[in-house]
């Protein structure tokens, strides 16, 4: 059954709050079901999620699939797409796409992979609960210069200027073109999902227009960043073309420019529980636009089982 999420009167991850930087501890449980023989992933994968707070999925998705998410990749890339041009975000400096916005309401290809069951059934199994896409994007690293995503905590932005009240959430990172060591893979701290770091300052009027480009709110001093490296290490999450990855809203994470000449390019989808919907921020005075935050009265997916292609 479908839960209404409850106004929360107190905030048990307060941030932007003060100019102190804080840790505290998780509240919430990083797997909040309980595996059974007819689930989705293993007892192995679901105990190694809980534990790193990600997840890697070797070719969830077949070579012609993969095949036609490039080819509509490219097409929304191209000049001359019809793109919401609020939804596109270019790189610092230049013109180069690097991020769409949106990506399930501005192609249907798109639309069929962010409610296929490969991946939404997995996360609802996760969040024990029907899920709905909370902000969905295409991120691109073109060759030679694409820009690097500093480390950061999704749900610290989150909850802070979007009004999500746990962590409840689940990122679903396919692959469209292989990633590996060297062209700026995604990176994360093992671990580090059970610590809330709450950050110093306050929210800036319209903070997305440059944290989109560049992120400079809302992200762990370096001394933070230096104690979660050295608690938990650093890895990597590579994979080829078909591959899925999966990390906790609250998994420390950022990735490398990517100086090689062959581009990066991964579909992103957020899955939130239906019972954890967006209230007013928590740090900041006015939510994020529509396009970065599924608000009003969301959908649950629908779980689709048929191939893409």
């Not at 769409?100 to 059934?121: P, V």
């Not at 999500?164 to 990176?187: F, Y």
Request: aromatic content about 10%.
């Amino acid at each position: 059954m479908t839960m209404r999420a409850l106004q929360t009167k107190t905030d048990d991850y307060p941030s932007r709050s003060s100019g102190t930087e804080q840790w505290l501890e998780r509240k919430d449980p990083v797997f909040w079901g309980k595996w059974t023989p007819e689930a989705p992933l293993t007892r192995t994968e679901a105990e190694s999620f809980a534990k790193k707070g990600y997840l890697v999925l070797k070719s969830l998705f077949t070579p012609q699939e993969v095949q036609a998410l490039q080819a509509e990749s490219a097409r929304l890339r191209a000049p001359g797409a019809k793109l919401d041009k609020e939804t596109l975000i270019t790189e610092p400096g230049s013109d180069d796409v690097r991020t769409i916005f949106q990506l399930e309401q501005q192609s249907a290809l798109f639309n069929r992979l962010a409610n296929h069951k490969r991946l939404a059934a997995i996360a609802s199994f996760l969040l024990d609960d029907e899920v709905y896409i909370h902000q969905s994007r295409l991120n691109y690293k073109p060759g030679y210069a694409g820009k690097e995503f500093y480390w950061h905590s999704d749900f610290e932005t989150w909850h802070a200027e979007d009004g999500m009240p746990r962590m409840r959430a689940i990122s679903a990172s396919v692959l469209l073109s292989d990633n590996d060591a060297m062209n700026g893979p995604l990176m994360l701290m093992p671990g580090s999902q059970d610590h809330f770091i709450a950050c110093a300052g306050e929210t800036p009027e319209d903070n997305h227009k440059s944290s989109l480009k560049k992120q400079e709110v809302g992200v762990p001093s370096e001394e933070s960043l230096l104690k979660l490296a050295e608690t938990f290490g650093i890895e990597y999450a590579a994979g080829d073309a078909g591959t899925v990855i999966l990390f906790d809203c609250n998994t420390m994470h950022g990735s490398n420019g990517n100086i090689t000449p062959f581009p990066r390019s991964n579909a992103f989808f957020v899955y939130n529980a239906m019972s954890n919907q967006l209230q007013a921020p928590f740090g900041a005075k006015k939510p994020r636009p529509a396009f970065l935050a599924n608000r009003g009265e969301p959908k649950p997916v629908t779980l689709d089982p048929e191939p893409l292609a």
